[in-house]
């Protein structure tokens, strides 16, 4: 018969056990040195080995040749308790057998002694189920226990123990495993089954099994269910994380505004017997991974989809507002307890979308932010204040005197000194290549002045060696551009963002048969269509 891996493959030591050293280290030095307690507490999140040590320490404390601490599975007491004709080691599960009466029995079971073990071992998994009667009546025999009784306590909830119990046990904490011990265990049993895991596809299956080694044995299960040879690609089919390109049309939906387009897709999946609440989650994680792209400086190693599916996160995590994002989240947070307190799921799940959509409809503190978010990004106001600004631009047409290159330090550079004529702006711009963290720069850039922010809204830059170029839309955007306060303000937010240190330079379009001209020549020209008189100096 077919044994699962993550039974097959369960550690029978403590050298065995992936990832949990500050545990297996002190349980072996302490049945080294014999200093064995009465009473054991292994608490942590699931598939992280707490049920597998609890049997692995019953097996050491009782082994006839302990071998560095750990049992040497050969003598009859360690071969009797794996295949269960040694009685004295005891398997409890408290989440049936939580009664008081069950207790009392434990009770006087404990009080015989062992028939071929030294020890009697009971182990209590989820002991947190336990009644408060029957944590009472542990009590007393847990604090004397007979010299002959050994217990391990194993629970996810450690929070629901009373103190008392605590306080008489050895507590030890497990850890979520980390991803790439988790690979690389996933990589040496694929190679035992005689089987094939790729590196991108056994990193996959780590990160979605969220630090539980049992997890993550299922899903390797599920995809040599499918082929002897797992990829990358047979870990995205097997687990579902094809198929997702709704969450990013829903995403574009919030984003844009567009309510009718949101509830055409929550139709559409409604009728292919999507589960709502499902969706609700999934769309909640999907945001979850955009707000952790938009403040980690590199989210990757946390967020468990393929390379291709991150790449489109990330863009549009760029595009999209902080505020919209966790606006999103907490309206997907109370949609899904809506809907597991009763009602119609898909009503709930379309009206959060509708919120979503159209925010004023919303009188949330996160709807309100997204609001005001929205007001400093339209600027509406923009065109008056270009018009007005136009009489000053002329005024100052007269380029201000350059200084030497040498006269200033970068971090001090002038409005005229990073992209001058000594440069050849032809050869950056045709080595050029978009800059895609550029709108999360320009939300920097608010941050230090929300006038620089709405005049570059809806412009583009380019990166060209150490130059960043900006296309700026209008001449207001032209004019901060020139200004050392504004420049300074953008390249810190570059660093910010980026990580690195850029000059600044116009971007000039060209329309390849004539060179772009420079701006105050089209300023020049600008005046002289309104009747005004330029001299040119």
Known sequence: MYQVLYRKWRPKKFSEVVGQPQVTV??????????????????????????TCAKILAKAVNCLHLEDGDPCGKCEICRGIDNGSVMDVVEIDAASNNG?????????????????????VYII?????LSVGAFNALLKTLEEPPAHVIFILATTEVHKIPATILSRCQRFDFHR????????RLTYITGEENAELEPDAALLIARLADGALRDALSILDQCLGRT???????????????????LFVLTDAVKDGDSSKALEVVDELYRSSKDMARLCEELSSHFRSMMLIKTMKDARSIIAVPETEFKKLEQQALSTPLPTILHAMATMQAALEKMYRGGDR??????????????KLDSSPDALLRRVEALEQGMPAVASVQKQEEPVRVKAAKPPKAKADNALPD???SATDDAKENVDSGSLQSKAKKLEEWPEILQVVKTFSKSAGAAFTGSNAYVSGEFVLIDAKTQFALKLLRQ????DNIRQAIKQVTGKSFKLGPYKKTDGSKKADDPLDRLAEDAKREGIEVIKK
């Open 411 to 413: 971090k001090e550079a």
């Open 228 to 246: 002897k040879h797992v990829t990358e690609q047979t870990v995205t089919e097997t687990v579902g994380l094809v198929g997702r390109e709704h």
């Open 484 to 487: 050392p306060s504004q420049r």
């Open 346 to 359: 898909r009503t709930i799940f379309e009206m959060a979308m509708i919120r979503l959509c159209i925010p």
């Open 26 to 51: 002190t349980l072996r030095n302490e049945l080294e040195s014999g200093r064995i307690a009465h009473a054991y507490l292994f608490t942590g999140s699931r598939g992280t080995g707490k049920t």
């Open 177 to 184: 495993i980390p991803p790439k011990d988790i690979a690389d």
């Open 100 to 120: 008081v009466e069950n207790i009392r029995s434990l009770r006087e079971e404990a009080n015989f002694t062992p028939a071929a073990a030294k020890y009697r």
């Open 125 to 129: 998994d989820e002991v947190h189920m």
